[in-house]
Nanobody, 127 residues
Framework: QVQLVESGGGLVQAGDSLRLSCAASGRTFTAYAMGWFRQAPGKEREFVAAITWTSGNTYYADSVKGRFTISRDNAKNTVYLQMNSLKPEDTAVYTC????????????????????WGQGTQVTVSS
C-alpha cells in the first residue's frame, strides 16, 4: 500500500502564492507518475499537473500553465505544486495521486488511471 498525504493548502488572496506538498509513504515507493487534481464544489474533478517520477517530464492543464509548477524530490518521495498568481477560480480541493506502472502520455490527464490518492487539501482564493 501507498499512502499520500497533502499539505500546504489555505486561504489566500488573488495574486498570492501557495506551495502544496504531497508526501508518499508505505512500501518501497516507486511510481511512474504523480499528478495533482482539483475539484471545486459542484464540479467534476479536473487535471491540474503531472510529473513522471524518473524522467521528470511535466504536464499541465491549460488553465494553470505558466502559473503553476510541479516538481518532485525523489529522495523525499515528495511532489510539490507551486501555485503563483492565484485566481478565485483556482479555489478547490487539491488532491495528489500516484500511478505505479507506466501509461501512455495521454493517460496522465485521466483520474481513473491513477492507483492511489491522498485525502486532499483545501485551497481558497479570495478576490
Amino acid at each position: 500500500q501507498v499512502q499520500l498525504v497533502e499539505s500546504g493548502g489555505g486561504l489566500v488572496q488573488a495574486g498570492d502564492s501557495l506551495r502544496l506538498s504531497c508526501a508518499a509513504s508505505g512500501r518501497t515507493f516507486t511510481a511512474y507518475a504523480m499528478g495533482w487534481f482539483r475539484q471545486a464544489p459542484g464540479k467534476e474533478r479536473e487535471f491540474v499537473a503531472a510529473i513522471t517520477w524518473t524522467s521528470g517530464n511535466t504536464y499541465y492543464a491549460d488553465s494553470v500553465k505558466g502559473r503553476f509548477t510541479i516538481s518532485r524530490d525523489n529522495a523525499k518521495n515528495t511532489v510539490y505544486l507551486q501555485m503563483n498568481s492565484l485566481k478565485p477560480e483556482d479555489t478547490a480541493v487539491y488532491t495528489c495521486a500516484a500511478r505505479i506502472r507506466a501509461i501512455n502520455v495521454v493517460d496522465v490527464f485521466i483520474p481513473g488511471k491513477y492507483d492511489y490518492w491522498g485525502q486532499g487539501t483545501q485551497v481558497t482564493v479570495s478576490s
